[in-house]
């Protein structure tokens, strides 16, 4: 959960992301009517760090308890690792461990802590859903492999306040093979613990959906089917899992799978068609035609004058309403621009059929392989990014509801560009 400026929204990969405890990781916004803290918590309101530490403290010297005793002991260290302050309180944080071993109940206790309020960013709990049960004498207990899964969020967290998404990217996958080996290994897998098999399930998901690849999505794959193979799976990790082939670009797989599980109510897969040699050297898309029942991947050619948009946000949806209605940058973004959105499983191929339909004449294009968009290193959305020759020549940044400044900043910038005359 994240206040985010209407002026930037960036791609937390997640989307991302939220679901799965990725670096900038932040709970989804749901009204939550009628709830209430524990009364001996009513009153409390932790503002900051310092206010956290001096409550924990204080209650631990007493032998008092706290809603955050609910939590098993690696999953409460994580969640207060991932805290994240403002200057008016809690500003963010991880909503996994909260979603998979919570109640409802207990989920909005723990964010009534830091007021009232931030029980409208609760998660849903999963944790009936999974079924994943500790003995009491293990819930004190920190595993390796929770060690290693906290030492992995550590090194992503530092790595996405240093990087570009795009080196993000390659550190996520090089940390994930040195800090779990056991997913090369079928059976490492057989031997883990219940509790550790998720948690390299959710590491494995994190990775396949923020560096795709074939290789990633074999390995979370092999983690997903041990964990279904003990029924600690639940409908948001079949449609991650659906998700994760998708973005590996395992369409075939991805087909298969939906067919196998039709209890998880999958939305039905285009037709892809890839007509491009193995070894294209270029920046591609996946094109949908007018009636989405086909994708085809399409190359990009970046030499002339155009308008790529890093998109997928709701300020994008708002900039695609705002300039297809425009006069002036209406029929410019329509012969010159490409509205650019994440991969087919990080992004959702409905979600693109509904923005075609809303904007059929700024259609949204699932781009192939991160890689092939280097000259692009971070994806912050919406962007509007002026290319020439395969380089940025110039870009803007953000879409607000009240438009009239990214207005002229965009008329300004294509007029350097040369996109449109000059004002006489």
Known sequence: MKMTSPSHCTVLLALLILLLGVPGRHANAQTVVGTEPPAEHRDLVLRSQAQLDDYLRRHAAAGESTPLDAFSAGAR???????????????????????????????????????????????????????????PGDRDHI???????????????????????????????????????????????????????????????????????????????????????????????????????????????????????????????????????RDTRAATVWRMNADSSRVTRTAIDLGPT?????????FSTDAAKDISADPVLGPIFARHAHWLVGTPGVESIDAVREWNRRFPTARAEMIHDRDEWSLLPTWSMPKFHIVRQGKVVESVTGWSSSPTANRQLLIDALRRAGLLEPAS
């Open 77 to 135: 260290a994580r969640f207060l690792s991932s805290l994240e302050w403002s200057s008016h309180g809690l500003g963010g944080f991880d909503p996994a461990d909260l979603a998979e071993e919570l109640d409802d109940a207990r989920i909005h206790a723990v964010l009534a802590l830091f007021g009232s309020n931030m029980i409208a960013y609760a998660p849903a709990s999963r944790a009936a859903a999974i079924g994943l049960h500790r003995d």
């Open 143 to 277: 595993s390796d492999l929770e060690r290693r899964y906290a030492l992995y969020q550590q090194q992503l967290n530092a790595a996405g306040r240093a990087h570009d998404d795009l080196a993000i990217a390659g550190i996520t996958a090089s940390r994930f093979k040195v800090l779990f080996p056991e997913a090369d290994q079928p059976e490492d897998l057989h031997r883990l613990a219940d509790h550790d098999l998720r948690l390299l399930w959710r590491a494995a998901a994190q990775v396949a959906l923020a560096a795709p690849s074939s290789t990633n999505a074999g390995k979370a794959s092999s983690v997903f089917k041990e964990c279904e193979g003990r029924g600690i799976v639940d409908l948001h990790d079949l449609r991650q899992m659906r998700s994760i082939l998708l973005s590996g670009r395992r369409f075939g797989q991805a087909r298969r799978f939906t067919a196998t599980h039709p209890d998880a109510d999958l939305p039905a897969l285009p037709a892809f068609d890839d007509p491009l040699a």
């Open 306 to 314: 155009q308008i790529l948009v890093t998109a997928g946000c709701h």
